[in-house]
């Protein structure tokens, strides 16, 4: 499934998104709960999966601002999140990973996002969402590797990784760290450095994954 992200366009109001989306061959559709929706605004978002159902599109995942991190309250914080992608009737929510690169990252900055992720999973279980966990250079899953050990650390079922293509590294070895988190892959984002090849891997061994558009159209 192609996925329009409205985040790319935070002052284009909603409902004109929608009709980009048509346009660029999108079936589904990311809002994201900084621009044009707000985490906890459950009426708003109940507003904006019928605005999408209307459009004709899925509302397919949430963006979420939450980062993984050092929180006081988990629930408190993330709840608010659950709530606004209930009443979106999306099944996926991505949030950021621990700002530190895995080279600078001892056991216990693992242990700790891994059980933090794994509250927020237990979390949206109960809703019967996926929690993806973007992949991100310079964060705890700057490598496949990174993003694998904190997802198994984790433990949950519900727990997948988003990937994209990292601009520093060759289409070879995109490709590869591609290949190599197909057992862990939620979603996919397209984003400037997107080549065919990553397009035809998906569709041949995982036509299921969403691949979310980054830049607002089919390359």
């Known amino acids: 499934m192609v996925v329009f992200s409205m985040?790319?366009?935070p002052t284009i109001p909603a409902k004109e998104l929608l009709s980009?989306?048509?346009e660029a061959g999108a079936s589904g559709v990311e809002w994201d709960d900084i621009s044009h929706l707000h985490a906890g605004h459950t009426h708003e978002a109940s507003s904006a999966y019928w605005d999408?159902?209307?459009a004709d599109l899925t509302p397919v995942s949430l963006l979420s601002h939450y980062t993984l991190g050092t929180k006081r309250d988990i629930q408190e914080l993330f709840m608010p999140v659950m709530d606004c992608a209930f009443a979106l009737h999306t099944r996926?929510?991505?949030?950021?990973p621990t700002p530190t690169p895995p080279d600078?990252?001892?056991y216990a900055v693992f242990s700790s996002a891994a059980q933090e992720l794994r509250t927020i999973c237990d979390m949206a279980n109960i809703f019967d969402m996926e929690i993806h966990i973007i992949c991100r250079?310079?964060?705890?899953?700057?490598?496949?590797?990174?993003?694998?050990?904190l997802i198994k650390m984790a433990n949950c079922r519900n727990c997948k990784c988003s990937w994209q293509p990292d601009?520093?590294?060759?289409d070879q070895e995109n490709l590869k760290n591609l290949q190599s988190l197909r057992e862990f892959l939620?979603?996919?984002?397209?984003?400037?450095?997107?080549?065919?090849?990553?397009t035809s891997y998906l569709e041949s061994n995982l036509p299921q994954i969403p691949i979310i558009l980054e830049n607002g159209r089919v390359s």
Do not use: C, F, M
């Open 92 to 96: 996926v929510v991505r949030i950021s």
């Open 137 to 149: 250079p310079g964060t705890l899953t700057d490598t496949p590797e990174s993003t694998k050990r």
């Open 167 to 170: 601009s520093a590294l060759s």
């Open 20 to 22: 980009l989306a048509k």
């Open 7 to 9: 985040l790319q366009y």
């Open 186 to 198: 939620g979603s996919v984002v397209e984003n400037v450095s997107w080549k065919k090849e990553y």
């Open 52 to 54: 999408a159902v209307h």
């Open 104 to 106: 600078k990252a001892a």
